[in-house]
Every structure is written in C-alpha cells, then in structure tokens.
C-alpha cells in the first residue's frame, strides 16, 4: 500500500472513531474512544513527522510550505485535544469540543487529501510513495497502532 493510500484509511479510521464518541452516550465508553482517537492520532502525526513530511519536503518552496501548513494544522487539532482531557465526559461542553475538533480535523483531512497528496503523487512517484508506505507500516506496527483494513469495527 503507498503511503497516500494508508494516510487514507487512518483518516477514515480515526473519522469512525470520532462518529463513535459523538454518538455514545456512556461516559466510560467515550473516555476509551477518545483515548483510541488520541493514540491513533499521536502515531497518525508522527509518522507523518518522521517519515511523509520529509519526504515531501525535497519537493521544493511550494511542498514546504504545504508541510509547514500541517504542522500547524497538526498542532491545533493537539491543542483542542488536550482541552478535551480537562472536561469530563459525561458533560455537554464534552460533546461541543469533540464536535470542534471533528470539525478541525475535517478541515485539515479534506486539505490534506486535495491539495497535498495531489502534490505529492507527482512529486514523489509511484515507486517512492510504494516505499514510503511500507517504512510507515512499519512505523505504526512498532507504535503498536490498530493495523489500516483489519481493525476492529470502533462502532
């Protein structure tokens, strides 16, 4: 799998995920998605830090100023995560600030999947993003992360 096509599916992973908590309404049950959320976000990120984004930074002027768009994008999707810790589940402004972080990682996804990877597949090749894919597969398993394609059903 390339490394676009594995991005993908953490992306869609992680959106079920964030549609299970919104849709829970037991608080222990939300407290142990949110925690696969951040787990599955945390590895999503640093592997995009240490495997994708300097990659693609020897793409030129245009593909850094991509990478540097996600890392702040990246960055404030942690912050409202990290507020998230400070509200207790069983409240509504629970429910409110996973609804803005949804939405932020909604924003950062749909950038991600049409500007960047549009760039990206001609930027890197075919071959590069095959191998790419591989050393992040490798990455995600040694981080322990749910496997893309055979995870369980988060719903």
Same mark, same amino acid.
């Given at each position: 799998?390339?490394?676009?096509?594995?991005?993908?599916?953490?992306? +869609?992973?992680?959106?079920?995920?964030?549609?299970?908590?919104?849709?829970?309404?037991? *608080?222990?049950? &939300? @407290? $142990?998605?949110? #925690?696969?959320?951040? +787990?599955?976000?945390?590895?999503?990120?640093?592997?995009?830090?240490?495997?994708?984004? *300097?990659?693609? &930074? @020897? $793409?030129?002027? #245009?593909?850094?100023?991509?990478?540097?768009?996600?890392?702040?994008?990246?960055?404030?999707?942690?912050?409202?995560?990290?507020?998230?810790?400070?509200?207790?589940?069983?409240?509504?402004?629970?429910?409110?600030?996973?609804?803005?972080?949804?939405?932020?990682?909604?924003?950062?996804?749909?950038?991600?999947?049409?500007?960047?990877?549009?760039?990206?597949?001609?930027?890197?090749?075919?071959?590069?993003?095959?191998?790419?894919?591989?050393?992040?597969?490798?990455?995600?398993?040694?981080?322990?992360?749910?496997?893309?394609?055979?995870?369980?059903?988060?719903?």
């Amino acid at each position: 799998m390339d490394a676009i096509e594995l991005m993908k599916e953490d992306h +869609a992973r992680i959106s079920q995920l964030f549609d299970a908590a919104l849709a829970n309404l037991d *608080p222990q049950a &939300r @407290s $142990g998605l949110l #925690q696969q959320i951040r +787990a599955d976000l945390m590895t999503h990120e640093k592997m995009k830090q240490d495997i994708f984004y *300097p990659a693609l &930074r @020897s $793409g030129g002027d #245009q593909a850094k100023d991509i990478v540097i768009e996600g890392e702040v994008e990246h960055h404030v999707i942690a912050v409202i995560a990290d507020s998230l810790e400070e509200v207790p589940e069983d409240v509504e402004q629970w429910r409110a600030k996973l609804k803005v972080l949804k939405a932020s990682l909604d924003e950062h996804i749909r950038n991600e999947e049409e500007r960047v990877f549009s760039r990206a597949r001609p930027a890197l090749g075919r071959e590069r993003l095959e191998q790419l894919g591989h050393e992040m597969a490798t990455f995600k398993n040694r981080q322990g992360a749910t496997p893309n394609a055979a995870g369980p059903n988060p719903k």
